[in-house]
């Protein structure tokens, strides 16, 4: 139980001090649009992302300056497998 709390502290941790890469933050535009590897970022941190557009209305949880289906593959993975939260919460059955 403690190293699960740890590593959740952690990944709290991580994408709060790595939230500077939010949406529309100003980094991707046309002429350097978002990729596949942003999607996945993106992806990662939508739930941090959504609370500070709560605060922020000119932060977004998906990058309009993107590259297409690359930046969406990428999105839509991260967001679908997460952290590995699933196998995290996940209980071991035992035979």
Known sequence: M?????LLASAL???LSLSGCVPGDGTSNAG?????L????HGWIAPV???ISIFKPEISIYESANS?????????AAIISG???????RKKSKK
């Open 2 to 6: 403690k190293k699960k709390l740890l």
């Open 13 to 15: 941790i991580m994408m």
């Open 32 to 36: 350097n649009p978002a990729g596949l």
């Open 38 to 41: 942003w999607g996945i970022w």
């Open 49 to 51: 992302s959504l609370i």
């Open 68 to 76: 297409g289906w690359w930046y969406d593959l990428g999105y839509y």
């Open 83 to 89: 952290f590995g939260g699933l196998s995290l919460i």
